[in-house]
């Protein structure tokens, strides 16, 4: 697997939220795939050719939530280096990340702070 210097994974299961979100960084430049909850997104890893520069990822979804998707990616020496920024609209998201010592960013997300985000976690700039 080499370092996708321009892969996003959005990882939300909210399929309209995912969609805009993988739409608008189409838009951009950015090579963005989505994944509707944390057991989804590892295999998406698995299978996938590249590493993301950037994993954008919900707190709240069935099957396997934010936080148990963080502590498995952390697990595997090639994704454990893949920023990690959460996306929650909870009163709690900042303490979480804290906790979990990634960014995070508040629902509803403005287009300029996800580009913003992106753009700083994957180009440097």
């Known amino acids: 697997m080499s370092p996708g210097i321009h892969h996003v994974l959005v990882v939300e299961d909210d399929l309209d939220i995912r969609a805009s979100i993988v739409d608008l960084l189409d838009e951009h430049g950015y090579r963005a795939s989505g994944a509707e909850n944390g057991a989804e997104a590892l295999d998406v890893l698995r299978m996938g050719e590249t590493i993301p ?28 280096a893949i ?13 979480r990340a804290g906790r979990l010592k990634v960014a995070h960013l508040v629902k509803p997300i403005g287009v300029d702070e996800l580009l913003e985000t992106t753009r700083r976690h994957c180009l440097g700039m």
């Open 53 to 80: 520069c950037l994993i954008l990822l919900d707190l709240m979804m069935p099957i396997m939530d934010g936080e148990t998707f963080y502590y498995e990616l952390l697990k595997e020496p090639r994704w454990s």
């Open 83 to 95: 920023p990690v920024v959460l996306m929650s609209a909870y009163r709690d998201v900042a303490e």
